[in-house]
Each structure stands twice: as structure tokens, then as C-alpha cells.
């Protein structure tokens, strides 16, 4: 179906006039459409295509984001916050559902558009990394008391480190596009770190780190920034809600926005950690959380940082060799360029773990 004829069937206020592709995700197909209403004043939406060969359960994924947004929106009514604004809103379709399902099954949905407040690819200042920081804590934190077990598993084994590595043997073993003799270095990176790969998972399974409603995709550019306060407004991208850890929360946003250079970079000698930002975004997010986490999960931030960058990175090498069938890419080689950028990340944080360590003690310290 086409975004028109999707849009037809979603209780948008006014006639819908126009549709263009929007934002950066490697994953949806979003499209910001607008509305002409009968005063002439027009209303903006997020009209998204949720791929059926990602979310394989598109019923469960609709369902969690429809009990986590409504459960936020009272938690942000009771605190006097507007929850228009702080929390993403589905629009309902003409028969009252939530989705609408085309016959590849996959499904589309739509949301207000927030208006007046920014996503931002890269950190451009340090305040609005602090404050994305902040959100992600706090989303965390409003679902403290969310009940877990009602929140399907969108993506099954999404930060399962060990299995994402036992997936990426399996795409070397196959080199199903004949990619693997161009990737050697990259390959021999991931399988000289095979030890590390169980280690957060493992802390888990042995009650180390307690199972929390975590974001599990906290890039920047999932987090709207609001133009007029400067303040982190609202957590977008709710598609991988479910349990999970706090460090991978806290290491995913690192791996993305304390690199000092973009996601893709190509030049490697521009890839690094930055300590500074690294610094403040673990304040904003001790800030966020509240004080709810325990002693270990604060020991191992600077290790959730390390382990999110290599399992992104091993993601991206595996679709690479895979033929580059999750991530949408923009170019050829999009994805093995990600992974060399990721991998480039992950050699400087092994380098400055004990610096990470220090500023950890530190926050902890002063929080
Ligand atoms: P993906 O899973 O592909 O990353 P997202 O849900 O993150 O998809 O949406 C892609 C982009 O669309 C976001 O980075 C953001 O810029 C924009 N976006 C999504 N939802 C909204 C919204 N409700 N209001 C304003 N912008 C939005
Ligand atoms: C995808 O959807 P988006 O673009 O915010 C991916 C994340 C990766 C990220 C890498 C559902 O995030 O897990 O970390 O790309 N989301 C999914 O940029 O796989
Ligand atoms: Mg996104």
C-alpha cells in the first residue's frame, strides 16, 4: 500500500496533503505527513511501515508500545508534565485499532508529530547529550515499577551478546555474497574477543545485574531534545521496550554519541572516546535513574559502553555479510564501514577503561 492509502485509514484531524520520507532510523520506513483541517490550519503526523521480517510479532510489538505509553502518560499527568509532548501518541485507525496490517503483513502505524524539539544526530552540545542522558534515566526510572512480564519480546535475544556472536559465526561460515576475504581484519576482531561476549549476560544469569523495562536502543537520535527549554522532552522508538539491562541502555548511548566522530565514519583516525562527554552523559543518566541503580550496575557502565559498541559493530559486520538485509544502508559497503567505525571505538575504550572507571567513582562521588 502507499502512504496515502495507508493514511486514509488513520483518524488524522483534517485531510492529509502531503508525505515525505523523514529522519535517519536504519530500521522503519517513516514518512512525516501533513493534514489541511477545515479552518485551514494544518497538523503534522509520524506515519511509519514496521518491517514484518524485523518485528516478527506485530500484534505483541503494538501491544507494548500501547501499554507503555499509556502507563507513561498517567505517570507524566500525575507530575503535572504534558503528556502530549513527553510521551508518543498513537493515532487510532477508522475501526478503532491501533495498526494497520498489509497483506505482506507488514504494518503500519502512526503517531502526533512533536513538534518545536529536535532529534539530533550527532552531539553538537554537550547540554543536549546531558540531556538526553537525563531522558533515557528517567525513562528508565518512570518504569521502575512497570509490570516486565507483560511486555512482549519484540526482537528475542536483541542484546543477547552471545547468541548475536553465535549469528555472526554463522554468516562467516555461510558468506552467503562472498564478502568474508574483504573482512578478514574486521572477523578476526570480533573472534579475539569470543571471551568477552558472555560477560554482562552471565552477570544477569548469576543475579548480578538485576532484569529492568529498559529502551534498549538509546541512540541520540531516538530522544527529542525541546527547542525552547533546551530540555530532554520525549523518548521516541519504543519498538524494543522490553526487559532488559540498564548498562546496555547507558553503553548503547555512548557507543553513539560520545564517539567523536559519526556512526560511519570512514576516516578511523577521527573515531574516539570521548572521555569529557562520557562524563556527562553518565551524570545525566545517575541524574534520570534516581538512585535506583545498584552498586554493580555502576561498576559496569564503563563495560556496558564496550560490550554495546562491539555487539553493534558485530551486528553490522554480520549483515554486511550477510547481504545487507536489516540495516538500511546508503551506500555499498554502508555496513562494513559502520563496523570498522565501531571496532575502531571499541580498541580506544579498551584503552581508557581505567579513565572510564575513575569517572564513574567520581559521578558516583559527587551525585
Ligand atoms: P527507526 O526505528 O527507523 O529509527 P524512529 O521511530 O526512530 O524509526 O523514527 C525515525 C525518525 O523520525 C526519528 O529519529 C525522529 O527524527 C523522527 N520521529 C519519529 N517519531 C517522531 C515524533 N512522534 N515526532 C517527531 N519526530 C519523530
Ligand atoms: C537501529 O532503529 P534505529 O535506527 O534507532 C537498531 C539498533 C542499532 C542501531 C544502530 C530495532 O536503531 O539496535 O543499535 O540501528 N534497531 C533495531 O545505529 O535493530
Ligand atoms: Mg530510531
Redesign the pocket.
Known sequence: MTPEEVGRQFRFDGTMEEHDRYG?????DTYLVVCRKEDGSTLRYILQRVHRS??KDPDGLMENIRKVTSYLSEKIRQAGGDPMRETMNLIPTLSGGNFIREESGDIWRAYTFIENATCFDQVEKPEDFYQSAYAFGKFQNLLADFDASSLTET?VD?HNTPVRFQNFKAAVEADAVGRVKEAEEEIRFCMDREQDMGVCINMFKNGELPLRVTH??T?L??VMIDNATGKGLCVI?L??VMPGLSINDFG?SI??GANTAA?DETDLSKVSLSLSLFETYAKGFLEGCGGKLTEQELRMLPMGAKM?TLE?GM??LTDHLEGDV???IHRPGHNLD?ARCQFALVADMEKKMDEMNRIIERVIMTA
Open positions: 535517519n532510523g536504519h530500521i522503519n524485523i518485528f526482537i536483541f534498549n536502543d541512540k537520535n531516538n522508538d519498538d524494543t548503547d557507543r553513539f556512526e554495546m553493534c551486528r553490522f536489516y540495516f538500511k559502520r
